[in-house]
């Protein structure tokens, strides 16, 4: 073809030589109609998808800080988390400020613009997998239902917590459960007064006598409560909040011991006593602040005495004498005995006999151990929690060597962790089971209000993590900065939860799970009415809250 | 340009040119009265209003063409719900001047019935312009053919066209008024003046002159038989100086068909109620809606250009050839990153 005519068609297709044109071909209208602008991807990339909704949404219709949507795009549908959402119209400028009047005639225009995070993508195989692309732009977002979080039940563990949330509403058929195998990599409980920490708690106990009473019970947890309301609950005149011993139909699944003797006169409640010669210096040595000379008494004791007795004998003349003769003066032995003395003096449950064993071979039969301490001190609180937590962690060391497969492994539950996972803490017993509990089978549990004061490396041993709502923005950072997935998309999120609910981040779920705990009144029940073979979590359709 | 006293100057000559001192000169200059000025009523009304608009961008050329993306359309309105666009032509345009009646025949011929033009030789620097204007005449013509009787059909321009597409609007009247659907012009900016010593804007000097005689009140004004120069006769219709909201301070200019001349009260007083948005108050809505809807923007230009690079690139062309076509030889001046 000419060059000439070459030019003549590409610049008028329809020219000569072709009949005259239809009226279609010349005329390529393309038609834009309501309804098309919002509900589809934007922007942004493969860490950020953008995507817009009506800014006038009816209240049930309503997107919220944390819902879940889900685009489906070719063969893969891709889960985002709403992490914001913010004003935005097609407008530039300060139109919105500098406009005159309200009579808006085009509300297409204005929109709420929300970001999203990238959960990952489901294949066509129902597989999830983290996404290394990103959605087609335009593609449509719709909100996530149950089909698309139907792998979610594939990836759950065994101790069921709650159920899943999407934004506000529940997700009730798939329920959050954690894994029993990923309880010696420690858990932390993150929550401020009243966000529903004790209530969490009793329902993962629950969960966990549930296991034990079938026989699939894979560790064995400690509680140790001073606020007295796990093993009986409280009763007010407003409301009844259950304890443990309410779960009857699990009830061998769980071994309480009590210091009071009013509780310990109940069937199945044993009165704990810890034995003279269970309790080192050590365990002595958290419960005051000493002085350099004071501290090396201390330190000598298990040198000077005999360890099995230097409880009694440091109270003895000879024994007095024999510190003496290592140098110490009187008025520092004096301070000891002083103080050894008032300890035992308000810790009567430290006798001849000693309920270690007992609790040590129920948490290795995989029970739940109840140790109720009410109206304790928050000192002997910690002194107590100190002797059985050596006492445990020595035993479970021992019994690593001689490799004893048939016991199950332990979480230790501490309240108030701050108080001896902090920087600086002189409690170096709950620091050891934090960084090599794990070789052992021994997991901690910490909870705390403030993990602000938690150390930043102990906190990065927790691959377990419930937050269940902190408004101190340095908790939040804390967490962030030390937690092994990343919750700093999620720092609103947990800003706005309600109580009873929690952001959930832990090994083998692939990303931080939305859950809205069971009320556990509302759980027991549920429990009490199952059938004890029945598998827990493919039930559906409970209503965990109750007016 | 330091010079204080030459700014001051020049302020001086644009105060001269642009304020209105007084209405006296203004009404004895343009032989507008007072009375001429009529209040329009603002009434709701069932139909709907078609917006055109067209838009025209230039992604590359040479000295003796160039190519533009154009495209025209229009928006639909019932009351002040939008309805919907519709984009009747989106394309890129080569415009060599010696392929014009291969751009220009197939639509007249199509769409109006109408014979080949016959451009001069000083209509050829213009050739994009005239082909956004066919196309938007191409537009009308596909919202007459969609639209009701009782309709309105709004364009954003003037019926005050290039002498060789007049037909093409004889032909859009004559099936507007067959078809009773009203048909108007609306202009943002006009080149009307008034004055003897020197060209006084006459859209922005009528405006202030409205808005002192009906201050409270939407109002219209008809330019029949007033000394200025608004091509009347050319195109058979009339011009109106409007202001749609009483509460904006801006009037437009408005051209109409002669066959609207009777009921102009009416359809103005319709417009009127739909031209008071917040997003722009004091114009049609419609054509507010139309000129964000169809506007090729400066990202979308420059997408284009880069897409068609990248033909180029895959036609064998060199970087050289690519600079020497679309480069702007200001870029080099003003020292901007290119290509």
């Given at each position: 073809m000419s060059r000439e005519k070459r030019v003549k068609k590409k610049v008028a297709p329809t020219d000569e030589g072709r009949a005259a044109p239809e009226r279609e071909g010349l005329l390529k209208r393309k038609v834009i109609e309501m309804g098309e602008t919002t509900y589809k991807i934007v922007s942004r990339s493969v860490t950020e998808y953008h995507f817009t909704i009506p800014f006038n949404l009816d209240d049930d219709e309503r997107v919220e800080v944390g819902q879940i949507f889900s685009i489906k795009d070719g063969g893969l549908t891709f889960l985002a988390r709403v992490l914001n959402i913010e004003h935005s119209s097609n407008y530039d400028g300060h139109w919105d400020t500098t406009i005159k009047g309200t009579n808006f005639f085009d509300s297409d225009q204005i929109f709420n613009r929300v970001i999203a995070e990238p959960l990952g993508c489901i294949n066509k195989s129902s597989e999830f997998?983290?996404?290394?692309?990103?959605?087609?732009?335009?593609?449509?977002?719709?909100?996530?239902?149950?089909?698309?979080?139907?792998?979610?039940?594939?990836?759950m563990g065994d101790i069921e917590i709650g159920y899943l949330r999407n934004g506000s509403r529940l997700v009730e058929e798939i329920p959050v459960a954690?894994?029993?195998?990923?309880?010696?990599?420690?858990?932390?409980?993150?929550?401020?007064?009243?966000?529903?920490?004790?209530?969490?708690?009793?329902?993962?106990?629950?969960?966990?006598?549930?296991?034990?009473?079938?026989?699939?019970?894979?560790?064995?947890?400690?509680?140790?409560?001073?606020?007295?309301?796990?093993?009986?609950?409280?009763?007010?005149?407003?409301?009844?909040?259950?304890?443990?011993?309410?779960?009857?139909?699990?009830?061998?699944?769980l071994a309480c011991y009590s210091t009071s003797k009013q509780n310990a006169s109940d069937p199945g409640v044993e009165e704990l006593a810890i034995s003279e010669n269970e309790i080192l210096p050590e365990d002595?040595?958290?419960?005051?602040?000493?002085?350099?000379?004071?501290?090396?008494?201390?330190?000598?004791?298990?040198?000077?005495?005999?360890?099995?007795?230097?409880?009694?004998?440091?109270?003895?003349?000879?024994?007095?004498?024999?510190?003496?003769?290592?140098?110490?003066?009187?008025?520092?032995?004096?301070?000891?005995?002083?103080?050894?003395?008032?300890?035992?003096?308000?810790?009567?449950?430290?006798?001849?006999?000693?309920?270690?064993?007992?609790?040590?071979?129920?948490?290795?039969?995989?029970?739940?151990?109840?140790?109720?301490?009410?109206?304790?001190?928050?000192?002997?609180?910690?002194?107590?929690?100190?002797?059985?937590?050596?006492?445990?962690?020595?035993?479970?060391?021992k019994e690593e060597h001689e490799g004893d497969e048939s016991r199950k492994n332990c979480l230790i539950t501490i309240e108030e962790a701050q108080r001896v996972l902090g920087a600086g803490s002189n409690t170096a017993r709950f620091e050891s089971i934090a960084r090599e509990g794990r070789k052992f089978g021994v997991g901690l549990c910490a909870i705390t209000q403030q993990p602000k004061l938690i150390d930043k490396q102990l906190l990065s041993q927790f691959n377990t993590l419930v937050v269940m709502g902190l408004g101190d923005r340095n908790d939040r950072i804390q967490l962030e900065e030390s937690a092994k997935q990343d919750l700093s998309s999620m720092d609103t999120e947990i800003q706005t939860l309600e109580p009873g609910e929690a952001v959930i981040s832990t090994l083998k779920i692939p990303f931080s799970v939305p859950v809205r705990i069971h009320r556990y009144e509302d759980y027991l029940r549920r429990l009490d009415k199952e059938d004890k073979q029945e598998s827990l979590i493919t039930r559906g359709g409970f209503k965990p809250f109750l007016d | 340009m330091e010079d204080d006293s030459r700014l001051s100057l020049v302020a001086e000559l644009i105060s001269d040119h642009v304020s209105l001192e007084g209405l006296d000169r203004y009404l004895e200059e343009t032989g507008v009265q007072s009375s001429d000025f009529l209040p329009i009523e603002p009434s709701e009304f069932e139909g709907e209003i078609f917006a055109v608009d067209g838009s025209n961008s230039t992604i590359c050329g040479w000295s003796t063409a160039r190519v533009n993306l154009i495209r025209a359309g229009y928006a639909v309105?019932?009351?002040?719900?939008?309805?919907?666009?519709?984009?009747?032509?989106?394309?890129?345009?080569l415009a060599d001047p010696r392929q014009c009646s291969n751009l220009f025949d197939p639509y007249l011929r199509e769409f109006f019935g109408l014979s080949g033009v016959s451009f001069k030789e000083s209509d050829l620097d213009r050739l994009s312009s005239y082909y956004r204007e066919l196309q938007e005449y191409v537009a009308i013509n596909d919202a007459l053919a969609g639209a009701r009787p009782g309709d309105i059909i709004l364009?954003?321009?003037?019926?005050?066209?290039?002498?060789?597409?007049?037909?093409?609007?004889?032909?859009?009247?004559?099936?507007?008024?067959?078809?009773?659907?009203?048909?108007?012009?609306?202009?943002?900016?006009?080149?009307?003046?008034?004055?003897?010593?020197?060209?006084?804007?006459?859209?922005?000097?009528?405006?202030?002159?409205?808005?002192?005689?009906?201050?409270?009140?939407?109002?219209?004004?008809?330019?029949?038989?007033?000394?200025?120069?608004?091509?009347?006769?050319?195109?058979?219709?009339?011009?109106?100086?409007?202001?749609?909201?009483?509460?904006?301070?801006?009037?437009?200019?408005?051209?109409?068909?002669s066959f609207l001349q009777e009921e102009m009260a009416t359809v103005l007083g319709k417009l009127a109620c739909y031209s008071c948005s917040a997003e722009c108050l004091g114009y049609p809505h419609a054509l507010f809606r139309a000129h964000r809807d169809i506007r090729i923007t400066e990202e979308e230009g420059a997408a284009i250009r880069q897409k068609l690079m990248g033909k180029l690139l895959e036609n064998g062309m060199s970087h050289a050839e690519i600079r020497m076509l679309m480069g702007d030889f200001h870029d080099i001046l003003e020292m901007r990153s290119g290509f």
């Open positions: 997998k983290k996404s290394r692309t990103l959605p087609t732009k335009f593609a449509p977002v719709v909100r996530a239902e149950t089909e698309q979080f139907k792998f979610l039940s594939q990836v954690l894994h029993s195998e990923a309880m010696d990599h420690h858990m932390g409980v993150f929550a401020t007064t009243g966000m529903g920490k004790s209530n969490f708690m009793k329902v993962f106990a629950a969960s966990c006598m549930r296991l034990s009473a079938r026989g699939e019970s894979k560790f064995g947890l400690l509680i140790v409560d001073p606020h007295g309301e796990y093993l009986k609950g409280k009763s007010s005149s407003k409301s009844t909040i259950k304890g443990l011993t309410h779960l009857k139909r699990y009830r061998e699944g002595i040595a958290l419960l005051y602040e000493w002085s350099p000379p004071q501290r090396d008494a201390l330190d000598a004791i298990s040198r000077v005495l005999d360890p099995q007795s230097w409880l009694e004998e440091i109270q003895l003349p000879e024994g007095m004498a024999r510190m003496l003769q290592e140098g110490f003066k009187d008025s520092t032995i004096n301070v000891l005995i002083r103080r050894i003395k008032n300890e035992l003096g308000k810790n009567p449950y430290i006798r001849k006999r000693s309920s270690l064993g007992n609790i040590l071979a129920n948490l290795q039969k995989g029970k739940v151990v109840l140790v109720d301490i009410p109206r304790m001190s928050d000192r002997s609180e910690l002194f107590l929690l100190s002797v059985i937590s050596r006492y445990i962690l020595d035993e479970y060391k | 309105y019932r009351g002040a719900a939008w309805r919907r666009t519709v984009i009747t032509f989106d394309d890129l345009l364009y954003d321009g003037s019926f005050e066209v290039f002498e060789l597409l007049r037909g093409v609007i004889a032909t859009i009247f004559s099936r507007a008024e067959k078809k009773g659907v009203a048909l108007l012009a609306v202009a943002k900016s006009s080149s009307l003046f008034w004055g003897e010593e020197i060209s006084l804007p006459f859209v922005q000097h009528t405006g202030m002159a409205g808005s002192q005689l009906l201050p409270k009140a939407a109002w219209y004004l008809s330019l029949k038989d007033k000394k200025v120069d608004a091509g009347q006769g050319k195109w058979n219709g009339q011009t109106y100086i409007v202001r749609f909201c009483e509460q904006s301070e801006h009037a437009f200019r408005v051209d109409a068909p």
